[in-house]
């Protein structure tokens, strides 16, 4: 079974940048596409950004296009969310996810393996 850990969150001002990483244990990790979530308090989890298991293809949501940067590396288990520009209203706590798809799916409800989050605050 994979596990998911989260880490590279912060407190960051407005305009700078972050890099989140999804650690996964688990010899199949390379089977899984990888979805990036956030949840802001008082919203709805949202989804942010997915790779197909290959790398091959990805996946981003219409409010950080262009902004945010998704990528895996199998060989080391992991996927990276690299952030840029950051605006206030990306402060969230941030999730990985991991689900065995064939493209890239963006539905929150695809997902079945979740890390427990990394808090990302940008501060204005």
């Known amino acids: 079974q994979v596990q998911l850990v989260e880490s590279g969150g912060g407190l960051v001002q407005a305009g700078a940048s972050l890099t989140l990483s999804c650690a996964a244990s688990g010899r199949t990790f390379r089977n899984y596409a990888v979805g990036w979530f956030r949840q802001a308090p008082g919203k709805e989890r949202e989804f942010v950004a997915t790779i197909t298991w290959s790398g091959g293809d990805a996946y981003y949501a219409d409010s950080i296009k262009g902004r945010f940067t998704i990528s895996r590396d199998n060989a080391k288990n992991t996927v990276s969310l690299q952030m840029n520009s950051l605006k206030p209203e990306d402060t969230a706590k941030y999730y990985c996810?991991?689900?065995?798809?064939?493209?890239?799916?963006?539905?929150?409800?695809?997902?079945?393996?979740w890390g427990q989050g990394t808090q990302v605050t940008v501060s204005s």
């Open positions: 996810a991991a689900a065995q798809l064939p493209a890239v799916v963006k539905s929150i409800r695809s997902y079945y393996i």
